[in-house]
């Protein structure tokens, strides 16, 4: 994976995990932790990140950053432009009461494949970039609650309210949300009530 590539997966995931929800006396989020770990193959680094939830929403509030406020994160507009035509919630309510199954396949000449699906749940999304011999460079996947979908789209029109989808996420139990594979670096992303990664 290339460096810059980790780095901004690594910058989005240490976002993400410190907007966690606000901070309150008795949380539902106590015992839970997200943990981040990427392992580089070789003599290359491995970096363990472990928030506390609670944690995390007690130093949201504090947080007074551009686009963020309140635990919600303003959507920029020139992203908002091109999204006016598109109605998320919409589209959420309609897979949310849709039966499960695979609903887009992308499958292109230089090998690289993407698919969403709906399961038990969750919203699935994979990737898988191959060379052009076929051989697997990169595998992605990502498996969302639906319930964290709708509660990340919950907040106003240009805005992803960020303090709802980790609350949501709290009452998950043991939850891979996201794992990374190219040959040389591993990601993966969890939730569980563990304070040390695996």
Do not use: C
């Amino acid at each position: 994976m290339k460096t810059h590539r980790v780095l901004a997966t690594l910058a989005a995931l240490a976002l993400f995990a410190v907007m966690a929800a606000p901070a309150a006396a008795q949380s539902e989020t106590t015992g839970k932790w997200l943990h981040v770990r990427v392992v580089e193959s070789g003599d290359g680094e491995s970096v363990r990140v472990n928030v506390p939830l609670a944690l995390a929403e007690a130093i949201l509030p504090s947080l007074k950053i551009k686009h963020l406020q309140n635990g919600k994160v303003k959507i920029e507009d020139h992203v908002r432009v091109h999204m006016e035509d598109v109605d998320l919630r919409a589209i959420l309510d309609a897979v949310k009461t849709a039966e499960d199954g695979e609903y887009v396949t992308v499958e292109s000449k230089n090998k690289d494949n993407v698919r969403v699906a709906k399961r038990g749940g969750y919203l699935l999304v994979e990737v898988r970039d191959h060379d052009k011999d076929g051989k697997q460079r990169e595998k992605v996947d990502v498996k969302v609650p639906m319930t964290v979908v709708e509660a990340l789209l919950s907040g106003g029109k240009d805005e992803l309210d960020i303090l709802a989808a980790i609350r949501a996420l709290s009452r998950h139990g043991d939850t891979e949300l996201v794992s990374v594979e190219d040959g040389k670096t591993t990601v993966r992303v969890w939730i569980d009530s563990k304070n040390v990664t695996e």
